[in-house]
């Protein structure tokens, strides 16, 4: 291995080229214009979200506390990679530092890992509603809401500071073109000219562990609320319990099968278009639609919508 190539990679000049997105289209000013009304649409789109469930009182329930966590993690998750993306095609400038890049990877991780917990959490909510509601009250009450919430962060946050740091210390003497529109821990890790399998399966086995928590408070949540939906009597109460849970439902698939694919397929298998194409979907389609899905389909929030609607009217 070239030593000057180590010492490159560990002093701060060593820069990267994001190959990016838009090279692998014919039309990149066309798409670029897409992409950049997607992210306009997910930022108005989470912020009027959050604003109107913080400031709706009927809306200061746990369900929606945790829908503007969602939003508010949307909101950062989009930001940290589709500027720099949109801003390099404008530009003409594709290029990354290593300390940006590392700041990039840690956001993206952590996000990425505490919206894993949040769609648990919200799952473990909507278990508790449905099947304890005489409870509910008692079992999600503000300080144990406000705690689930701070655990999420927690451990998103956990995922960041142990992937990051050992995948940005490893040498980089190849290619430095990384064939992805931000700096993907797989795409990074391509990079590399060290032997990386040890970290490789460690790193599996923690997104494995990632998803896998998550995944059976979700399943084990469903089946007691699909239980109890199938037990009740009322078809009103039903439809109401079925739908709540549908909306859920659906971000869970859209989230954690993309999710799915790109952290739990070893690297080997995956190719730079299949990559970006995934990514794009879990870090841009699916901010876009959280929202729709959550306010489109839920009364409360469209009431909600419709009165702030009126008020900004009265003053206008």
Not at 104 to 133: K, V, W
Not at 285 to 292: A, I
Request: aromatic share 14%; charged share 10%; with cysteine.
């Amino acid at each position: 291995m070239d030593n000057s190539a180590w010492v490159t990679n560990h002093t701060g000049q060593l820069e990267f080229t994001l190959v990016g997105f838009f090279s692998q289209s014919k039309h990149p000013a066309l798409l670029c214009a897409a992409m950049f009304v997607l992210f306009l649409m997910a930022l108005s789109e989470n912020i009027i979200l959050i604003i109107l469930i913080y400031s709706n009182a009927h809306l200061h329930t746990p369900m929606y506390f945790f829908i503007s966590q969602l939003s508010l993690m949307d909101v950062m998750y989009i930001s940290v990679t589709v500027p720099k993306m949109l801003m390099d095609q404008v530009m003409g400038m594709n290029k990354i530092s290593a300390p940006e890049c590392g700041m990039q990877m840690f956001l993206y991780l952590t996000l990425g890992g505490s919206e894993f917990f949040l769609l648990a959490a919200m799952a473990y909510d909507r278990y508790i509603a449905i099947c304890h509601p005489l409870h509910y009250s008692t079992l999600m009450n503000h300080k144990v809401w406000v705690l689930l919430a701070s655990g999420c962060w927690f451990l998103g946050s956990v995922d960041g500071f142990m992937l990051t740091p050992v995948t940005m210390t490893f040498p980089f003497c190849r290619s430095r073109e990384i064939h992805h529109f931000f700096c993907e821990v797989s795409a990074v890790m391509k990079l590399s000219c060290s032997d990386t399998f040890l970290y490789e399966t460690l790193m599996y086995l923690c997104c494995v562990l990632m998803l896998l928590i998550p995944v059976i408070v979700i399943s084990s949540s469903y089946s007691f609320i699909l239980l109890t939906i199938h037990r009740m009597n009322s078809a009103e109460g039903q439809k109401k319990a079925f739908m709540t849970c549908s909306s859920h439902m659906t971000v869970i698939i859209l989230f954690y099968g993309t999710s799915a694919y790109t952290y739990m397929i070893p690297i080997s298998y995956h190719t730079p278009e299949k990559n970006m194409v995934l990514s794009v979907f879990y870090t841009i389609v699916t901010p876009v639609l959280n929202p729709l899905i959550y306010s489109l389909r839920n009364k409360d929030v469209t009431e909600a919508l419709k009165k702030m609607w009126n008020v900004e009217s009265v003053f206008q």
